[in-house]
């Protein structure tokens, strides 16, 4: 047996048995979807150009009686596909083929184990609606899933059967309920498929992806590593203030302290967040900083609105003092006492609690705080806060 997508010697004993011819030349065809990589026979034999399904020795006119051995390389495919069985012609020295035949049954080959997916190019952070690749905010190169053999090795490039198989790309964890669009399903070729188009139009923290081929192993399945869609991201000049909006919350960010050159990431929603002891009506809003490369800046603070319709905040009547900040950092910060606690959000634990006022600490220790509360005309809330790092908030 072969297993499927890995290369195999197969060792032919081949005999001219008519007294009368020599024998000039043989053809070896591998079994449908098979594909020779290299063939040797006696010395002096020629072969013809590899890889192929066939190859064809030209060998130095064996006489009657003449026994050699023919050690032909082939790879099995990843999804075979019709007869599994070795062919064989040839020609002797009056051009004649009829006389070329086994001596047993022909040659069968089963094909074992099934090969598998990966994904060797990772998606990176970038804004709905916007090309998902390797690098932050649609920069980078194309994500990439990777065909491996039985035996988990990459496969071969040569292999005909690396090229010209469909791989599915889909959404599988989907914290924003989003669409995935673009080019879902192409061809591998050499053995990877490139998906360089591929969006999502809404806003998550912890989409993931997986990657799917027919006949291809099922488990466990080719998942990519956590990434997330920014409503928006927007570069900085001496500030940053991109505002993102829905029908019950606006949120918007300046940033004190990051360089021309960054960039600002703001989303609303595909994000769940709660506080202990606080009813929250808002949309989740995740801020942050990042540089060119998506990396975080550290340090990094900013000046943040959230503001929650008039219609929500009828849904939750309360005293203004009472509409707080529910928070999440990845470091600890000072909560109100009774509602901190820890939350899980794309793989990465955080830090929860309400905002204590900016009144209780000093300028030169700055900490996440509530700055205001404020009505809106029309009888929404607007809080403003300060902000640091990459935090989830809402009110």
Not at 153 to 171: E, H, K, M, R, Y
Request: charged fraction near 5%; include cysteine; hydrophobic fraction near 35%.
């Amino acid at each position: 047996p072969s297993a499927a997508g890995t290369g195999q010697v197969y060792a032919f004993q081949v005999t001219n048995n008519d007294p009368h011819e020599y024998l000039v030349s043989l053809t070896f065809t591998a079994p449908t979807d098979f594909v020779i990589t290299a063939a040797s026979g006696p010395s002096g034999t020629s072969v013809s150009t590899l890889p192929a399904p066939s190859v064809t020795l030209n060998l130095p006119r064996e006489p009657y009686g003449s026994t050699f051995t023919v050690d032909v390389t082939a790879l099995a495919p990843c999804v075979p596909a019709g007869s599994q069985v070795w062919g064989v012609s040839g020609v002797d020295s009056r051009w004649e083929t009829h006389e070329v035949h086994w001596s047993s049954s022909p040659l069968s080959v089963p094909v074992t184990g099934q090969c598998s997916l990966a994904f060797t190019g990772q998606p990176a952070q970038t804004a709905v609606n916007s090309d998902i690749l390797t690098g932050f905010n649609s920069t980078g190169f194309p994500l990439a899933v990777q065909l491996f053999d039985a035996s988990n090795d990459a496969l071969n490039p040569a292999d005909f059967s690396a090229s010209g198989i469909p791989v599915t790309v889909s959404i599988q964890a989907n914290p924003g309920d989003g669409t995935l669009s673009g080019a879902t399903t192409v061809d591998s070729s050499k053995g990877v498929a490139d998906f360089g188009n591929l969006q999502i139009d809404k806003p998550g923290a912890g989409y993931d992806l997986v990657a799917t081929a027919s006949g291809f192993a099922s488990g466990p399945p080719a998942t990519s590593s956590l990434f997330t869609v920014a409503g928006l991201i927007q570069l900085c000049g001496a500030t940053c203030s991109p505002p993102a909006q829905s029908t019950a919350t606006t949120a918007t960010s300046i940033t004190t302290s990051s360089a021309s050159g960054d960039f600002a990431a703001l989303s609303l929603g595909g994000v769940s967040l709660t506080c202990n002891h606080y009813t929250a009506v808002s949309d989740t809003a995740t801020f942050g900083v990042f540089n060119s490369s998506g990396g975080g800046i550290a340090n990094a603070s900013a000046t943040a609105t959230l503001t929650i319709s008039p219609s929500a905040v009828a849904s939750s009547p309360r005293p203004l003092i009472f509409w707080q900040v529910c928070y999440a950092a990845q470091t600890p910060f000072p909560v109100i006492p009774g509602t901190g606690g820890t939350t899980t959000i794309a793989g990465t634990t955080y830090q929860t609690g309400l905002l204590l006022p900016c009144v209780l600490f000093s300028p030169s220790h700055p900490q996440p705080c509530l700055i205001s509360q404020r009505y809106t005309t029309g009888g929404g809330v607007k809080l403003t806060f300060v902000a640091f790092g990459d935090p989830y908030y809402r009110g």
